[in-house]
């Protein structure tokens, strides 16, 4: 049973791995830590994807044992499915009030044996994690590699047959439960709330999301994922293996009319990667990247992007002015080829990925009172030499909350928020002062 | 402790029930084959592999899974262990490299001692090197699989050599990174020296004007973090300072330093004078040769710690600069000092040097018009060599031209390699925002003057970078593009031209069309390199990577460790960064040392030398091998008033190489953990008969 009173060191908001990586340095100096996460498994959007630049590492291979080690950890406790409420600031730092959303199953008691899944009559679109491309039970385990794994019921689809019950071997299933209040006694919190992407439809000259065979690269890293929905690629319209597939770069980033002036810093990345997983996966497909400036800065990613050439991946500099479709759903893209005379080409594709740009998780104004800036992403004013410092005194914040960035990016900045509160702590503790070398 | 189990508190949640087993004890070994996401289960058949093993001796359970790395995966394990009683783990997987931490962990929470864990790797020693050839892979697998078992059969608990650790740490480098690095170590509550081989702190940002994207002046930024590291007790800074010898390892390094001397005092009162009377005269490489300095100098005004100092390397010993010193205010004849420490842990933060562009290198070195963008750093700080004035040849510039990516993004067969034979084939990644604000501030104080921008892409990546990209092209700077193959050229306009230099570009924003850029300044934005630190590389056996810069380990599992374990990276020295994200990776390096030497003690792998005393026969062929210092000697026993000797390792010096085992023609050593018999053992499993399988699908 989680204690309705909880004393920590450090409250840490968000799950992801920026938020697990804060969590697991900051617990190995021996702090103590509460990990605060919304959704009902910790993960952070990294879970979703399929393999990771630059090493094309297995997604799950990196993410999976961060969560067990999150999870397992000695010094951290989990608070999965919980919200934080309210904030107030105290002597020894905040009191912070968290709410614990209903499961409708004992948490402490369900071992994760999916027998309920087994016998719950009723398959609801998996949208979370799949965009509808999968089905789960009204009563479910929220992916196969959750932490914790413990079933939820979504209560306004359940109809209330109570097979679930008969079924549980450990008895842990309660309609009744409402939610709980915890309180949380913190000496400083870490904001580590992530990202969202940009919306996929938001732009009428993409076909605003009407476009079946128009996604975003979010959707195909699912399509990629060996968790993914079908194990395959398969394009939406009708079931069919792409034979050709473009990439729209900057289709939600450094766009003033969608209010993202700002470069998203990983799309040029990950559209590159998920080219070369396509062309392992689909050998005899094409694929074409359309780009304003191809930004792999990072230590090893010009290499990255070279190869990509190399593989016979196309890269075209032009910008998108639209995208339509004939009558069999092919995506049609009409672009301003830059390297060709600004020749404008009317390209038809099997598939379109738009690669969207990466907008703030969460507002921390309103709980936390951390000013963001006019990005949307928390406002840290000594971006320079105090990379993790917010306006709050003893509110810190890491990876995507504090703007773009990818996940080797994201750990190094956990790496460095977990210097900067512990340091704080150490300042604040009130032990004397060692004494001065000279 | 509740006995048996009742709903509400089911038996997984008891820890540390399972008792190690004594070597008596029949081995009960349960097998796990991982599909690691199909990494390894495309190629081999992993059901396949689980189901042969099945049946071996000694097996109890065998299973194949998605991600045995995931929480489900290991609590497979974990459950086999408390409820079928395995006292041995076999896992066919990834790298052990990746994950062998992951699985030590799960098999130490279920109660029973991580080493009797093996890991069998399937994925780098398998299927990605098979992949062609997905049933021999399986077969393989089966072979590798097996002799793990047999392996796990012999496999006794160990524990971790457990060492008392320094609360100290060295940083090395005094830029932006070995600042912050040094001051979150402090921070936390452990001592830190840092040492610098110039004379003063600071590094490049001293040089810079102003930094994006904050667009404070940089000296405002480096006085705010060395005011803090001033007022930090715990940092003891040693300047005119090098790492010149080392020993030990993490916990416990002890390392050697020398240091020059100033040769003048702190409160000398005449530095004017001394400085105008010193006659040599040597490019001033603060100001990256765009002015000369003195043997006497300070590279400039409130630089830490303050006050000039000798350039021994320079100083002709003519004593002018004597005149003016009372009290043996300069002494020519100081000597460098040596000194030992001890510390626990090491943070390299070497930082980088820019990109020297070869002679003639687009007129670089050839024509006085060609400058690289910290020349023109230099040219537009305030306390630069024009007083921040942007002239050449005496007037205002009025047109120049900025080409993006020199030194950098460097292709084989079109550039010039540098002498190890490589190219710089990475992106410098600063260079971009760095020209871009350069123009910015041009065109400030010069708004009439004409900039044009030559790159290849722009790549203003970071949080507020883009700005620097959107308000120079509303400052009218003209943007063309160029594409590798075709590098822009520069040489000089007529004679009695208006502009002095042309600069050529084959411009792909204008469908590829040849134009002629007339500019009286061309600056080069050239990329990052690592300062170089062969010597530390040698002394701390660290490496570098193919683009020289020094290597983590992992990009994601371990981005700023080296794979020497206390030894971690900060900054510039590990690749081309900004100053926020060389301060990011400093903080990050500060918070792992902290992790390591914070407890005050380290543990180090079991796997060391032990010796079989009734074997041994004293003979010191072991000690004669031996690669480190220390780890064995022949000590003196004696028994029934005869005296003899044998062989005594001191495990904490043992790297655990087994050189002596080879050498022994006793067998009287074993590596721990990796003993002779196991060897034998698993090759007998690796060659013998496989099982037969029937009906299992592939
Ligand atoms: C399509 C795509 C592909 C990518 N591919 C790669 C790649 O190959 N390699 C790479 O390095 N990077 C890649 N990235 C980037 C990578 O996903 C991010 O860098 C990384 O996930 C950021 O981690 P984070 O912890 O900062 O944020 P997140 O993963 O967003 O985690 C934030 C967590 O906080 C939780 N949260 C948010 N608000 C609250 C709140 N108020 N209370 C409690 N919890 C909250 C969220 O539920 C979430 O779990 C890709 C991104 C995209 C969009
Ligand atoms: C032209 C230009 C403009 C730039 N402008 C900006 C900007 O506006 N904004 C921004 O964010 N970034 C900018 N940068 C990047 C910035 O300069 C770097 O991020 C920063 O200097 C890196 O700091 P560092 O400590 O890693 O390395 P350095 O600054 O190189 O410091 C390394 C230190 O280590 C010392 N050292 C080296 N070897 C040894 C040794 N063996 N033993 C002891 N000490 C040693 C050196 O003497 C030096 O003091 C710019 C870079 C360039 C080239
Ligand atoms: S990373 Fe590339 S695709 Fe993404 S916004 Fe930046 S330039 Fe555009
Ligand atoms: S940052 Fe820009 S100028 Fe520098 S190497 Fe990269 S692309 Fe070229």
Redesign the pocket.
């Known amino acids: 049973m989680k204690s309705d009173k909880i004393h920590v060191d450090t409250l840490v ?7 697990m990586q804060a969590s697991l340095d900051l617990a190995n100096q021996g702090h103590q830590v509460a990990l ?4 009902p498994s ?5 879970i979703g ?1 399929s ?3 630059p090493t094309l590492d297995c ?1 799950s291979c990196i993410t999976t044992p961060k969560m067990a080690a999150t999870a397992h950890h000695e010094n951290i406790q989990l608070l999965t499915y ?3 409420q309210s904030v107030t600031r105290n002597d020894d730092g905040f009191s912070v009030q968290v709410i614990q959303k209903p499961r409708y199953v004992i948490e402490d008691n369900c071992t994760g044996c999916r027998s309920c899944e087994l016998v719950c009559p009723l398959d609801l679109p998996d949208v979370e994690n799949e965009f509808g491309r999968t089905a789960h039970r009204v009563i479910y385990v929220p992916f196969t590699t959750a932490v914790p794994q413990k079933a939820i019921i979504d209560i306004d689809s359940c109809i209330f047959c109570g097979k679930c019950i008969k079924a549980c071997p450990a008895d842990c299933i309660d309609f009744t439960q409402t939610p709980q209040t915890l309180r949380v006694e913190a000496r400083t919190i870490i904001l ?6 940009t919306p996929y439809d938001a732009k009428k000259e993409y076909g605003a999301g009407n476009l079946r065979n128009v996604i975003d ?2 959707m ?2 699912r399509l990629l994922a060996p968790t993914g929905p079908y194990g395959r690629v398969l394009r939406p319209s009708d079931g069919k293996l792409p034979d050709s597939i473009a990439y729209v770069q900057c289709a939600g980033s450094r766009d003033e009319t969608l209010g993202v002036p700002y470069c998203s810093r ?1 799309c040029c ?2 559209a590159i ?1 998920q080219a070369m997983l396509i062309s392992g996966a689909l050998p005899m497909a094409d694929v074409t990247i359309y780009y304003m400036d191809i930004r792999t800065f990072g230590k090893g990613y010009e290499q990255f992007y070279q190869n990509a050439k190399a593989m016979g991946i196309e890269f075209v500099k032009g910008k998108v002015g639209r995208i339509v479709e004939d009558e069999d759903q092919n995506p049609i893209v009409r672009v301003e080829l830059i390297d060709d005379n600004s020749r404008v080409a009317e390209n038809k594709h099997d598939l379109v990925v738009l690669s ?1 740009g ?1 907008l703030p ?2 507002d921390t104004q309103p709980i936390y009172d951390v000013a963001t800036a006019k990005d949307g992403f928390v406002q840290i004013p000594d971006s320079n030499v105090a990379p993790t410092v917010t306006t709050q005194e003893g509110i810190f914040a ?4 504090t703007g773009p ?6 750990i190094i900045t956990a790496g460095a928020v977990a210097a900067e509160a512990s340091a704080y702590m150490h300042l604040h503790s009130g032990s004397p002062a060692a004494p001065a070398a000279d | 402790m509740p006995e048996q189990s009742d709903k509400s508190n089911p038996p997984e949640k008891e820890l540390g029930l399972a008792p190690d087993p004594s070597p008596e004890e029949e081995p009960r070994i349960g097998v796990y084959v991982c599909n690691c996401g199909g990494n390894i289960g495309d190629v081999v058949n992993c059901k396949q592999v689980a189901e042969a093993l099945r049946n071996i001796p000694n097996v109890v359970t065998s299973h194949s899974n998605m991600f045995m790395c995931s929480d489900p995966g290991q609590k497979l394990i974990t459950d086999d262990i408390k409820e079928k009683g395995i006292n041995r783990v076999v896992i066919g997987a990834c790298s052990i490299f990746l994950h062998e931490q992951t699985f030590r962990q799960a098999v130490e929470r279920a109660g029973l001692n991580p080493y009797l864990y093996y890991h069998v790797g399937l994925r780098e020693q398998d299927s990605w090197v098979h992949y062609n050839h997905p049933e021999d892979a399986t077969e393989k697998a089966i072979r590798l699989m097996l002799a793990g078992v047999a392996k796990a059969r012999k496999m006794e608990p160990l524990e971790p050599v457990r060492l008392q650790a320094e609360k100290h740490a060295l940083v090395i480098g005094g830029g932006v990174a070995g600042l912050r690095t040094a001051l979150d170590i402090a921070r936390s509550g452990l001592k830190v020296t840092l040492v610098e081989k110039s004379h003063f702190l600071g590094g490049r940002v001293a040089q810079w004007e102003r930094v994006f994207p904050t667009g404070e002046t940089a000296r405002t930024l480096l006085q705010r973090l060395l005011e803090q590291v001033q007022a930090e007790p715990d940092i003891t800074i040693h300047t005119g300072a090098k790492v010149v010898k080392t020993k030990g390892y993490v916990g416990n390094f002890q390392i050697h330093i020398r240091q020059q001397p100033r040769g003048i005092k702190a409160d000398f009162d005449a530095v004017d004078q001394a400085i105008a009377a010193c006659p040599v005269e040597i490019p001033d490489e603060f100001n990256y040769g765009l002015k000369t300095r003195k043997a006497i100098y300070q590279p400039y005004s409130g630089c830490y710690p303050a006050g000039p100092v000798v350039d021994w390397e320079h100083c002709t010993h003519c004593e002018k600069c004597l005149e003016f010193s009372h009290n043996h205010d300069i002494n020519l004849d100081d000597t460098p000092i040596e000194f030992d420490i001890n510390v626990g842990a090491v943070a390299v933060a070497t930082g980088f040097r820019p990109y020297e562009p070869f002679p003639g290198e687009m007129g670089y070195g050839k024509f006085p018009e060609v400058i690289t963008l910290p020349q023109l750093e230099r040219l537009l700080a305030a306390d630069g060599p024009t007083g921040g004035k942007l002239e050449w040849n005496g007037r205002s510039v009025r047109s120049l031209a900025m080409i993006h990516c020199v030194g950098s993004r460097q292709v084989d067969d079109v550039h010039q390699p540098q002498p190890d034979g490589q190219v710089n084939n990475y992106c410098s990644r600063v260079c971009c925002t760095a020209t871009l604000n350069a123009a910015n501030i041009i065109h400030e104080r010069l708004p009439e003057t004409r900039i044009y921008d030559v790159y290849t892409d722009i790549r203003t990546y970071g949080r507020g970078h883009e700005d620097y990209y959107t308000l120079a092209s509303k400052n009218g700077v003209t943007f063309l593009r160029y594409f590798v193959e075709d590098i822009p050229e520069v040489y000089p306009a007529e004679k009695g031209s208006y502009y002095s230099m042309l600069v050529k570009v084959k411009d792909q924003l204008t469908w590829g069309e040849e134009i002629e850029l007339p500019v009286d300044l061309v600056v080069l934005a050239v990329g990052m390199m690592p300062n170089p630190v062969d010597d530390l590389i040698g002394l701390f056996n660290i490496t570098p990577g193919n683009d020289r810069f020094l290597l983590e380990v992992h990009p994601k599992l371990s981005p700023v460790e080296t794979s020497v374990v206390g030894i971690v990276l900060a900054g510039t020295a590990q690749g081309p960064m900004n100053i926020q994200e060389s301060c990011t990776a400093a903080a990050a390096a500060a918070s792992k040392v902290v992790v390591l030497l914070g407890r005050g003690q380290v543990e180090m792998e079991p796997y060391v030398a032990q010796i079989d005393i009734e074997r041994c026969q004293g003979n010191g062929d072991c000690v004669r091998v031996c690669p480190q210092e220390d780890a064995i000697k022949l000590e003196t026993f004696s028994k029934n008033g005869t005296s003899f000797q044998r062989a005594v390792v001191t495990p904490a010096n043992c790297n655990g190489c087994g050189v002596c085992v080879s050498t022994c023609s006793h067998r009287a050593i074993d590596v721990l953990g990796w003993r002779l018999d196991d060897y034998e053992a698993m090759v007998d499993a690796i060659t013998a008969e496989i099982p037969v399988l029937e009906g299992v699908p592939a």
């Open positions: 908001v968000g799950g992801g791995i920026a938020g605060v996460e919304h959704s910790i993960g952070g959007m990294m994807l393999k990771v630049f997604c919980c919200e934080v580590a709330t992530g990202f969202k992407v690269a979010m195909m890293e990983v990345m990950y990667k969207v990466m998780g969460y890491t990876g995507t909350a960035m990818d996940i080797v990016d994201s």
